[in-house]
Each structure stands twice: as structure tokens, then as C-alpha cells.
């Protein structure tokens, strides 16, 4: 049964969707930094569980490094899919109109700080035109290349450290 790999990708993905729903839904910006994290946080063990499941099931408790990568990629991969098609849906529906209406505030807070730590100093014409300037460089080209390059290095670096550790091969003696 080689379903595995996309069961928990179904999973992984769906979890994800509700907590950024929810997130926006509640409109709390500084909340989706959490999900990026708990969502890279979750990725690791799940491509532990996706290698096990497999090499448990399907190749009978004996599974090379190669195969295991292979699965553990094949999680990621299903899972940078429905990301990515949910992140393309999303964008059109909301997204875009709340992170403008976020980042002007977002940009703010963070000149404030800086002014607070006597880091820099802004004045509003300097303000004005990095907000101008954030504002046009949020396009859905983007957002996807953030979603996709995020979970891939990720994905790949999990998926060969633990195919490196869950390798086993059947001794002959």
C-alpha cells in the first residue's frame, strides 16, 4: 500500500489550511510567523512516520536509503502541492487584500521598534515609500516561490538525513 506518503500529506496540508484560516479569519498577522514554524516543525516528523510506514508495509521492514529518500520526498512533494494550490486559491480570495491592509501596520511596528532601540530613525516620507514599495512586490509569483522553496529544503534535508538513519538491509550469513 503505497498510499502512505499522500495520507499524511492530506493530513499535514490540512492542518496547515485550518490554522491559516483560522489565523486570518481572526485577522492576527503576526500569528502566521507560528504557523511557519509549526508547520517546518511538523514536516520532520511526518517524514519520519511516512519513511517507517512504508518501510514497515510496503517493503517489509527492509528498505535501502534510496527508496527511503524516495518516499520521505514523495510526502514533500504531495504536501508542496496542495500548498501550492491552496496558496494560489487564497491569494485570489483575501489574501492579497488583507496583507495589504497588514503590512502598512507590520512596517510601523517595526520602524517604532527600531526607533525605540535607537537603531534608526524614519520619517514618514521614508515610511511611505517602503510601504509603496512592499506593497508592489507582493505578487502571487512570490508567495508561491516562499511556500515552495520553504518546504523543499526542508523536505529534502529531513528526507536524506532519515533515510540515512531508517536504512536497513537484510544481512545474509
Request: glycine letters at 6%; hydrophobic letters at 45%.
Amino acid at each position: 500500500m503505497k498510499k502512505y506518503p499522500l495520507i499524511l500529506s492530506i493530513i499535514f496540508s490540512g492542518l496547515y489550511i485550518s490554522f491559516t484560516l483560522f489565523f486570518y479569519i481572526t485577522e492576527r498577522y503576526g500569528a502566521f510567523n507560528f504557523i511557519y514554524l509549526m508547520a517546518i516543525g511538523a514536516l520532520i516528523p511526518l517524514v519520519v512516520l511516512t519513511i517507517k510506514l512504508q518501510r514497515d508495509t510496503v517493503y517489509g521492514g527492509i528498505i535501502s536509503g534510496r527508496n527511503a529518500a524516495r518516499e520521505g520526498m514523495r510526502f514533500v512533494v504531495y504536501s508542496i502541492f496542495f500548498l501550492l494550490l491552496f496558496q494560489t486559491v487564497f491569494y485570489f480570495n483575501g489574501w492579497r487584500e488583507f496583507k495589504s491592509e497588514a503590512l502598512p501596520q507590520d512596517i510601523r511596528e517595526q520602524a517604532m521598534r527600531l526607533d525605540q532601540m535607537n537603531k534608526r530613525k524614519f520619517n514618514e516620507t521614508e515610511l511611505q515609500k517602503k510601504i509603496q514599495e512592499e506593497l508592489k512586490n507582493i505578487t502571487l509569483f512570490k508567495e508561491l516561490s516562499f511556500v515552495f522553496y520553504r518546504y523543499i529544503f526542508v523536505g529534502i534535508f529531513a528526507s536524506f538525513i532519515s533515510a540515512t538513519f531508517m536504512k536497513t538491509t537484510k544481512y545474509v550469513s
